[in-house]
């Protein structure tokens, strides 16, 4: 179970029958071994009815991130695009990984006004906007 406290704070007490999240996880790496090696040419990703190999991803990702602005590290992406479809997917998620860049999400960007964009691109230090 994970209390609710603030700076990810223990239970006093654990609830009976539970193990304290903040006990138990945070000595454990942050390592990641799947159970079988990942065959990069098998179907990895199904958006808007397209089906995309692990390779595919990669690749896609990969050529896309310079036309969306994505240099490399330190390239900061605010996206307000959906997550339906590719094009969402590859700013708000894949690209960004693929350069090393980092991304900022914002639902709603389209309402903003001029001024609360600026705003916004200022405090989260973005260097490209994907609308």
């Not at 029958?17 to 000595?27: H, K, L, R």
Request: aromatic residues 6%.
């Amino acid at each position: 179970a994970l209390a609710l406290r603030p700076l990810g704070g223990r239970f006093p007490q654990p609830p009976e029958g539970f193990a304290d999240y903040a006990v138990e996880v945070p000595g454990q790496g942050d390592r990641f071994v799947p159970y079988a090696p990942v065959d990069p040419e098998e179907p990895a990703l199904i958006v808007a009815g397209r089906e995309f190999s692990g390779a595919e991803v990669v690749e896609r990702a990969r050529a896309e991130a310079p036309d969306l602005g994505l240099t490399g590290p330190g390239s900061r992406i605010l996206s307000g695009l959906p997550y339906d479809t590719w094009e969402g997917l590859d700013a708000g998620l894949y690209a960004p990984l693929a350069t090393g860049g980092s991304v900022v999400l914002c639902r709603n960007l389209d309402r903003l006004d001029a001024d609360a964009l600026d705003k916004r691109v200022e405090s989260e230090r973005v260097t490209v906007i994907a609308r």
